[in-house]
């Protein structure tokens, strides 16, 4: 019985030491578990700040909104080129966020930037007022700028159509936001409103150069109704969208419509924009007859109809489509999988050199990204022999499907040259009619005003040249010269109740132009764009002084560094110059006062180089002066 019970003892030890050891091990996994949990969740912080940038503090508050009113402001878009798409509309304490951009850096405001964004630093205060953010379509051009804005205004719900949504999904992906994003799928053919904190908002079908594109009706409870078009075009024949509703704009104007925004890009251009079938019937008789070496299309990445017209040539004729750029290969992934883009298996390719080698040139079509020579751009980097798959090669034809942006013409027509050299045949719009503007022309905004009987009409986008063109056309047909708001970014415009008086304030919201600058957030005045403007007009000028710690005196000769400041012939005298000068500000101001301070002594050195520079050689260079102590 004793050798049972030992038995029995043991056993039960040796479980428990086994129940101890299993313990130990799962205790082990859930720590590991844990810290591999707390380590990811600290490493996706980390890369969530890197987009939640921190905008300058103001003091501006928004005047107080009349009972009853509704009041709108342009954020960004009036009075730049690729503009800073945004707007806002209040009624009460809600407010209403419209579309996001980012707009690329150019010019002098903006020096090796990476680009510029909306200023939201006055909405910061107004946060718990913002829970809605409508866009209008997938572009760039109104949705880039989210991964910044949206956590500087506490994430507020994202209202857009399926494709819309989607692409916007895939750049907050990238930018770590996407689990805290919300998002509401709308149907731009319903004609339910959605109730948006006060505001019902109607999204309505246009057209333009990406699918799924909406412009607003928007009411306020103050009977105030505002019909934004955004980017649109009236095309009656599509390649892959439905029609603009014309009916249903219609419909709005008989309901009343007191302001029309209305996009002013195409304004200089009469007539009515060509249609998307017509594209395509050009570029499939140039794919039809294309027999020697590749053919190369240049396009938007988010031109999705282009794309779905050059695969079906690509059916007729037993050609295969190769996508070059990040941007095209995400967007038409997710086209295809939404249903856009239609296509035969085996027709569309990855360009790489495995998928290219086995297929003869003159059975490849490259759709490629790059018609703007974006920096990095796939086409940039094959102009530039860059490219990992594709050199551009003697005979190869280059079409550029698309309009130059305006300010992009120099850029465009470099990259030409570079093509051309490297033995292509560059064809562009002005050769053929391979592209459409996918912004109205005059014919086409006068419909709209037509059907939508505004009283009051705002030209929206670009320079005040477009916008006064716009005016001039609705002047043209009825519309009196009193009712047609040119309004200035930042501009408060409030609207009375019932009556539909507009109220301009005199009160502008003091916004800055906000620059990112890798992922820093700056305004562009700031002193380090300062100092590269004055590096690129100005050149560059470093004086290194060595000195003895104890007596200061100066030892051995002074070392100087310049950039761009002197010819070659004149080099040697300039520094002379520089030298004598520099050496003379320093041993004086040591006698006159011995014990001053570093700074105030570089800042005396810093002064007298520059006048003397300018006085002599008539130059003013960025000046770096330093004393290193031995």
């Known amino acids: 019985m004793s050798d ?82 945004m707007g806002m509309i209040q009624y ?14 150019s010019g002098n405001d903006m020096l090796w930037a990476s680009y510029s964004i909306p200023d939201v630093s006055f909405l910061q205060k107004y946060k718990k007022n913002i829970k809605w953010f409508v866009i209008t379509h997938a572009h760039l051009d109104h949705i880039w700028a989210l991964k910044h804005v ?20 895939k750049w907050l992906e990238e930018a770590w936001l996407l689990d805290k994003a919300s998002f509401v799928e709308v149907d731009a ?76 890009t195409g304004s200089p251009r009469k007539g009515h924009s060509m249609s998307e079938e017509d594209v395509w019937k050009a570029l499939d008789e140039i794919v039809k007859n294309h027999r020697r070496w590749r053919l190369i299309v240049a396009t938007f990445s988010s031109w999705i109809s282009r794309v779905q017209q050059l695969i079906d040539s690509a059916e007729r004729y037993w050609k295969t489509i190769f996508l070059s750029g990040r941007s095209m290969l995400e967007n038409i992934a997710i086209a295809k999988q939404l249903g856009y883009i239609k296509m035969k298996p085996g027709i569309v390719k990855k360009m790489t050199p495995k998928n290219t080698e086995w297929i003869p040139p003159h059975n490849q079509i490259i759709i490629t990204t790059g018609s703007q020579w974006e920096e990095f751009s796939a086409l940039s980097r094959m102009a530039e022999w860059k490219h990992n798959a594709i050199e551009i090669l003697k005979g190869d034809t280059i079409v550029f499907s698309s309009s130059v942006v305006p300010g992009n013409e120099k850029a465009v027509v470099t990259i030409i040259n570079k093509l051309i050299k490297l033995g292509a045949n560059v064809i562009t719009k002005d050769d053929w009619e391979y592209h459409t503007w996918g912004h109205a022309f005059q014919d086409e905004q006068k419909m709209m005003i037509k059907l939508t009987k505004p009283k009051y009409l705002m030209p929206i986008y670009w320079d005040l040249y477009f916008r006064h063109i716009h005016k001039q056309t609705a002047m043209s047909i009825w519309m009196k010269q009193e009712n047609i708001l040119l309004i200035d970014n930042w501009q408060i415009v409030d609207f009375a109740p019932k009556t539909w008086n507009v109220f301009k304030s005199r009160i502008r919201v003091p916004l800055k132009n906000i620059i990112i600058d890798w992922y820093w957030l700056w305004i562009a005045d700031s002193h380090v764009i300062k100092a590269r403007e004055k590096m690129m007009n100005a050149w560059v000028l470093v004086v290194n002084i060595k000195v003895d710690k104890k007596t200061k005196a100066i030892l051995w000769h002074l070392k100087i560094e310049t950039r761009w400041l002197a010819h070659l012939d004149e080099v040697r005298a300039v520094h002379r110059m520089v030298i004598k000068k520099a050496r003379e500000s320093y041993e004086n101001t040591i006698k006159d006062i011995p014990d001053i301070e570093e700074k105030d002594l570089l800042k005396i050195i810093k002064t007298d180089l520059e006048q003397m520079l300018l006085k002599r050689i008539s130059r003013e260079p960025m000046i770096i002066p330093m004393i290193t102590q031995v």
């Open 4 to 85: 049972i019970l030992n038995e029995l003892d043991n056993e039960l030890k040796q479980m428990e030491e086994k129940n101890l050891k299993t313990k130990k091990i799962e205790a082990k996994k859930v720590e590991k578990k844990s810290v591999n949990s707390v380590n990811k969740e600290n490493n996706d912080n980390q890369l969530f700040q890197k987009y939640t940038s921190k905008f300058p503090e103001t003091k501006f508050y928004l005047p107080t909104l009349r009972d009853g009113y509704t009041r709108y402001i342009p954020i960004g878009w009036n009075d730049e080129t690729w503009a800073k798409n």
């Open 92 to 105: 009460w304490d809600d407010i209403v966020l419209i579309d996001c951009w980012l707009q690329f850096a």
């Open 150 to 169: 949206l956590p500087a205004v506490w994430m507020p719900t994202l209202y857009g159509t399926k494709l819309t949504i989607w692409i916007i999904k």
């Open 189 to 264: 053919d319903s004609t339910v409103p959605y109730k948006i904190g006060a505001f019902e908002i109607e999204f309505f079908r246009v057209n333009h150069s990406v699918p799924d594109s909406a412009g607003l009706y928007i009411k306020s409870p103050g009977w105030v109704t505002f019909l934004h078009t955004w980017d649109f075009k009236i095309d009656l024949t599509p390649r892959i969208d439905k029609p603009a509703d014309l009916a249903r704009i219609w419909s709005f104007g008989e309901r009343g419509v007191t302001m029309l925004l209305s996009d002013s």
